[in-house]
């Protein structure tokens, strides 16, 4: 079996060739939080702003043997002031990346998703990509959305796999094929997953879905499995060699993706996307962080500005003018993902 942090060192290498990113954590005394930023700054990859308790910072940096600079501690009160720090941080011009530190999902995301204060852009549906790498597997392998958006229809689910295929554009993937999941592979009325996946294909085929080849309903056998595709009888550009598979609702994909973490021994890494700033949200920081260096240097950079922006966290079902409208086709231009990837994801 191969080294499963072996993509994901590729990914740091050519995240620290590119220059370190400033990384403003919220709520930093943690000691796997520290303990990661404190490898990251060493390798060349972060400039940390650590945001918190200070003397809990500076007593676990201590503890470590990490001599953290004055000027890289910002005091705050508590998680809330925290959350909204690191923010402002991005505002500011101060902060290029966000992490979560020590602190309740649900307050950080608060904080990022503030109509006024937050980081939305306008037009834009935040989501989230665990990136795993697996033993067993030869290509890093994206799970959309499995932490933000709980239920999302046809429309959202669109904007998802957009977001997950432009960070795999990011990432080096030119071209990555996307699996959109269910039970089964063919097209049933009684599942509407399969529904929404026959609609996404023809999408993409009429260009509503852009760098990509997205193809389903797959069922997740023969969305990974040549062989498995084989015996069913799959005919699938897709089939057999997904790089993202995108879920039909949270529970199932955050089940998916613990699953490989717990019991296929992966390493995934959580990236929230969709904001002006990449976001680190995960249990494993030291890969999410290469992914989200690589994002700020690859992408074009954006400013966070008021406008509408539709509700991403808690989307159970939502009515149809609660989602952002997709492009009208004859209006569409090429996904622009910034610089040329100049590194191509392990065995593609």
């Not at 404190?38 to 007593?59: F, M, Q, S, Y």
């Not at 309740?104 to 037009?123: E, N, W």
């Amino acid at each position: 079996m191969k080294d499963n942090f072996e993509p994901f060192e590729a990914l740091a290498t050519a995240a620290c060739k590119a220059g370190p990113v400033r990384v403003a954590v919220a709520d930093a005394a943690q000691t796997v939080v520290l303990e990661t930023l404190r490898d990251a700054e060493r390798a060349g990859l972060v400039t940390p702003l650590l945001v918190g308790d200070p003397n809990a910072i500076r007593t676990i940096a201590a503890d470590l043997g990490w001599t953290v600079a004055e000027d890289a501690i910002i005091a705050v009160a508590d998680d809330a002031e925290a959350a909204a720090r690191v923010v402002a941080l991005v505002h500011e011009g101060r902060a290029d990346v966000v992490m979560k530190g020590n602190l309740h999902t649900d307050i950080f995301m608060r904080a990022l998703l503030d109509k006024t204060l937050g980081l939305r852009l306008p037009g834009r549906r935040v989501s989230h990509v665990f990136v795993v790498a697996l033993p067993s597997h030869d290509r890093l392998l994206g799970i959309t959305d499995a932490a933000i958006n709980i239920a999302p229809e046809l429309t959202a689910k669109a904007q998802i796999c957009q977001n997950a295929v432009d960070l795999f554009r990011m990432l080096g993937v030119v071209r990555p094929k996307v699996a959109v999941l269910s039970a089964v592979e063919t097209v049933t009325v009684d599942i509407a997953s399969t529904l929404d996946a026959a609609s996404l294909t023809l999408m993409s085929r009429r260009g509503q879905i852009t760098g990509a080849e997205v193809d389903g309903p797959l069922a997740l056998d023969n969305a990974i499995s040549a062989r498995a595709a084989t015996e069913k009888g799959v005919l699938s550009d897709v089939a057999g060699s997904a790089d993202i598979l995108l879920v039909p609702d949270l529970v199932s994909g955050n089940i998916l993706a613990k699953t490989l973490e717990y019991f296929a021994g992966g390493v995934a890494a959580g990236i929230a996307i969709g904001l002006a700033a990449p976001v680190v949200l995960t249990s494993r920081a030291d890969p999410a962080l290469a992914i989200a260096a690589l994002m700020y240097h690859r992408r074009p950079q954006v400013e966070p500005r008021p406008g509408p922006a539709e509700s991403s966290i808690a989307t159970a079902p939502q009515l149809e003018d609660a989602c952002c409208p997709l492009p009208v086709v004859s209006n569409l231009q090429p996904v622009s993902v910034g610089t040329q990837p100049q590194f191509e994801v392990a065995a593609q």
